[in-house]
């Protein structure tokens, strides 16, 4: 099953929602929730949070309070091409760079409003799973032309391979991308 990766700030009120709210919509969305604190290996903190955004195939950023933390692992997404839902409690939440994309927002005065959130969230992952996969993935870049494209996107992927180092024994060369994957370790660098 393909997983949603869900960024957003931790805590009391945001667990709930998470717990009631985003996890089901997920799961309607035919998708397997998955925060960072879920995962449970062995290192750096940071580590698990880039590898299940890598390994996800939609994102889920919870933008209310416009926490940090949750912007920089956003800005790691746009980077790495995902697609994601963004989602806040106001629009003032939404940097203004941000706010070209589609969002939702929601008003937990209004009694039904978790309900409500929850329906959005599944259809807009519905409808962002089903446009992704019928799309080429040069139809990121809208209107520009390839040599745009390709000026945009060779820099990303260069980023990509330098974020990520993967590190294995000399003697043993996996068949197969997936289990070079399986099989690798995380090095984090710094990029220009």
Known sequence: MQTCFVIMPFGTLYDKYYERV????IMDAGLEPQRADEIFTPGPFMR?????????SMILAE?????ANVFYELGLCHALEKTAVLIAQSEADIPSDLRA???????????????YLKSSVTNTLRSADNEESSRPRKARCGSLGNEHYRAL????????SAIIKL???????????????????VKTVACK
């Open 153 to 160: 996107s060779d820099p990303i992927r260069q980023r990509r």
């Open 22 to 25: 985003y996890s089901p919509a």
């Open 48 to 56: 698990d949070v880039v590898l299940g955004i890598m390994k996800s």
């Open 101 to 115: 994309l589609k969002f939702l927002t929601y008003n937990t005065a209004d009694p039904d409003w978790a309900n």
């Open 63 to 67: 933008l209310t309070g416009r926490n």
């Open 167 to 185: 590190e294995r024994p000399h003697d043993e060369k996996p068949t197969t991308q997936e289990e070079s994957s399986n099989s690798a370790q």
